[in-house]
């Protein structure tokens, strides 16, 4: 396959499958090939605006068509699994939008199914290849920080109403699986559990204070218990005006770190290193989804379809695989398990 483009099929037209053309467009050796779209006439538009070949009208006429070799499923959350299958049972290789699923049971099946298969699955979560990110996790993997006390994740974001009126299928139970955290918390939710690991118990509340009009919540907070000790916290919203950073907070008995939106802006540890002066800050060309969801760049959807190209191509482990994917899932769904029970929920 080096010796050709690799081509994606993309299935589905809103507004982060378009990004998903774009981050395509921006890498070399991938091509989009073609789109699943329920109207011809909005499928042409998005190929004459992205490229492409062929507007099909189901996954099965995508993946028959030639030169196919990657699916990018961006279909409402809790509409991932069906397309899904589809793909995975004519052999392609999944992008997955996040969450990959809503529950874990749909993540599961397809899991499973992939993994019968053969094929790769890469789920987003393109907050992990920031370089903040990256250098966070190493330092953790290092034990810089000694034994962790505390770590959190505080997804403070606005969204206006017309963000929910607009869509028929945004803030529902169905197709949403949730709402400040399963859709715009579990970026946070997702890196925290990678840096840290996947807390043990969870107890959560979650509430409507603003968009009374949806069927899920538009605020959320929770407290974690972790494997060995340590403590954290969730915090999730759509209702804070005007929208701020994505924060993760690292506490530890050698050190303290915060990253905001894939940058460092606190890094201290009691054994200074030779380049902790120069560890603040970096690369922030992932954007930002606090007020706009449309204010993300393409980059980091373009960093993970340039790993999935590499992977395909090289016959090689993707950076980011698809049982990753399942932890931030798992975490939620305890979640919103604690809040609908009341008392504290084990995550699975």
């Known amino acids: 396959m080096s010796s050709r483009n ?40 998005f190929l004459e605006k992205h490229g492409g070949d062929t507007v099909a009208s189901s996954v099965e006429e995508l993946v028959a068509q030639p030169g196919i070799d990657v699916v990018c499923i961006t279909t409402p959350s809790g509409a991932h699994l069906e397309p899904a ?32 298969v053969g094929v790769r699955v890469a789920p987003i979560f393109q907050q ?8 966070l996790k190493a ?8 034994r962790l006390t505390s770590a959190g994740c505080y997804v403070k974001w606005f969204r206006e109403e017309s963000y929910y009126t607009g869509s028929n299928w945004k803030g529902t139970v ?55 000790g340590a403590l954290g ?19 530890g008995e050698n050190g303290s770190a915060r990253l905001e939106d894939g940058v460092i802006t606190e890094w201290k540890f009691r054994d200074e290193a030779a380049d902790d002066a120069n560890s603040a800050g970096g690369d922030a060309g992932l954007g930002s989804g606090a007020a706009n969801p449309a204010g993300i ?3 980091g959807h373009r960093r993970q379809i340039a790993d999935m190209v590499a992977a395909v191509a090289e016959d090689r482990p993707l950076a980011i695989e698809g049982p990753a994917a399942r932890n931030a899932v798992a975490l939620i769904n305890a979640l919103y398990a604690s809040a609908a029970s009341g008392r504290p929920e084990k995550v699975s």
């Open 6 to 45: 690799i081509g994606f099929g993309i299935v589905g037209t809103g507004m982060i499958a378009g990004v998903h053309a774009q981050a395509i467009g921006a890498v070399e050796g991938a091509r989009l090939v073609g789109v699943v779209s329920r109207s011809a006439e909005r499928g042409a538009a």
């Open 85 to 116: 299958l589809v793909a995975i049972a004519a052999g392609k290789h999944l992008v997955v939008e996040k969450p990959i699923e809503i529950t874990t049971a749909r993540v599961d099946e397809l899991l499973a199914a992939s993994s019968a």
């Open 128 to 135: 992990r290849f920031s370089e903040g990110a990256q250098a």
């Open 139 to 146: 330092a953790i993997v290092a034990g810089r920080f000694g």
């Open 174 to 228: 169905k197709y949403d699986g949730g709402g400040a955290v399963m859709n715009q918390g579990i970026h946070g939710v997702d890196l925290l559990q990678w840096l840290v690991g996947l807390p043990e118990e969870v107890m959560g509340y979650t509430t409507r204070r603003v968009h009374q009009g949806i069927e899920v919540e538009d605020t959320a907070v929770a407290s974690l218990r972790f494997p060995d």
């Open 233 to 251: 916290t969730i915090e999730a919203t759509t209702a804070a005006w005007p929208g701020w950073a994505m924060r993760i907070e690292i506490c």
């Open 297 to 299: 760049s393409i980059e």
